[in-house]
């Protein structure tokens, strides 16, 4: 049974739009490149930004596979800078902080 996850009709995350490429989805969250720094980002499904531990190391494991699959070696970025209330992180390539190009698209 998938459990009860606050949503926020206000919150772009929340929205879950399909404007850049996914790369995973879930009950517990989904995967697609950001819009900004075009790396993976990994989206919790539930407003807010305190995950229950098991999730989070649910999307930990799948942002890893996908990062590892698309950028190799990486960091992962969980300031969430521009959406602060709303949990997510970024897989970042090793040495760098935007997706392959190097910049924003």
Do not use: K
């Not at 996850?5 to 404007?19: H, S, T, V």
């Not at 850049?20 to 995967?31: A, G, Q, R, S, V």
């Amino acid at each position: 049974m998938a459990e009860h996850r606050l949503n926020d009709p206000d919150c772009p995350l929340c929205e879950a739009a399909r404007i850049t490429p996914w790369h995973h989805e879930d009950d517990i969250c989904w995967i697609a490149d950001c819009t900004i720094c075009a790396t993976p980002m990994v989206v919790w499904r539930g407003h807010g930004t305190e995950p229950p531990e098991h999730e989070r190391e649910h999307m930990a494991a799948h942002l890893a596979r996908v990062a590892g699959e698309r950028l190799g070696a990486h960091w992962v970025d969980g300031n969430m800078r521009n959406i602060p209330n709303h949990f997510h992180a970024h897989a970042r390539p090793q040495g760098g902080f935007f997706g392959p190009g190097g910049g924003p698209r």
